[in-house]
T-cell receptor, first 114, second 114 residues
Framework: QQQVKQSPQSLIVQKGGIPIINCAYE??????FPWYQQFPGKGPALLIA?????SEKKEGRFTISFNKSAKQFSLHIMDSQPGDSATYFC?????????????FGTGTRLQVTL | DGGITQSPKYLFRKEGQNVTLSCEQN?????MYWYRQDPGQGLRLIYY???????QKGDIAEGYSVSREKKESFPLTVTSAQKNPTAFYLC?????????????FGSGTQLSVL
């Protein structure tokens, strides 16, 4: 499976800041891009996902921006809160792929301070 | 409550010992997965099963074995052939009928070597 490169590895922001996590991919067959959120000692949970037919998707304070030509996508968290402190994983899979075809990024550990 | 139950939460393995991690789901999902999570490496697929009595190797299947005798259960055995078993193991499930599916994760098992 092709790699998904995620950065930064860790991120510290103050409450109310806007952390941005970036991911880049190589496989042009990828066309489903979910983000998973994982709290310590727990399993990941789907946060938000995007398909390449749109350049942006918002769900509450979470926004995915997608740049198909650059093969990059990013997660923005508006008005970040201490409760957002978690590890975030981007992922990608081809349209014809089941969940077994998901390739995960290496994760970003986010800490939101008071 | 519907979900995925993994047990035990913590497990210790001695040299040369096989250990089995339990995963049970009551979501009536067809597909189940095992992932390994190491710090800084994201989630890597070990095995997956899309139907009872059938399973496929993922990216890092060496040293692991699985069975799928019941729809609800997908145990993972870490054999003595797995030389570096210390990791956080995550079980997941999905409906298994469509592409771009949401993965539902359990809370994980932390395996350590004595």
């Amino acid at each position: 499976q092709q790699q998904v490169k995620q950065s930064p590895q860790s991120l510290i922001v103050q409450k109310g800041g806007i952390p941005i996590i970036n991911c880049a991919y190589e496989n042009t067959a990828f066309d489903y891009f979910p983000w998973y959120q994982q709290f310590p000692g727990k399993g990941p949970a789907l946060l938000i996902a995007i398909r390449p037919d749109v350049s942006e998707k918002k769900e509450g304070r979470f926004t995915i921006s997608f740049n198909k030509s650059a093969k990059q996508f990013s997660l923005h968290i508006m008005d970040s809160q201490p409760g957002d402190s978690a590890t975030y994983f981007c992922a990608a899979s081809p349209y014809t792929g089941t969940a077994s075809k998901l390739t995960f990024g290496t994760g970003t550990r986010l800490q939101v301070t008071l | 409550d519907g979900g995925i139950t993994q047990s035990p939460k913590y497990l210790f393995r001695k040299e040369g010992q096989n250990v089995t991690l339990s995963c049970e789901q009551n979501l009536n999902h067809d597909a189940m997965y095992w992932y390994r999570q190491d710090p800084g490496q994201g989630l890597r697929l070990i095995y997956y099963s899309q139907i009872v009595n059938d399973f496929q190797k993922g990216d890092i299947a060496e040293g692991y074995s699985v069975s799928r005798e019941k729809k609800e259960s997908f145990p993972l055995t870490v054999t003595s052939a797995q030389k570096n078993p210390t990791a956080f193991y995550l079980c997941a499930s999905s409906q298994g009928r469509t592409t771009n599916e949401k993965l539902f994760f359990g809370s994980g098992t932390q395996l350590s070597v004595l």
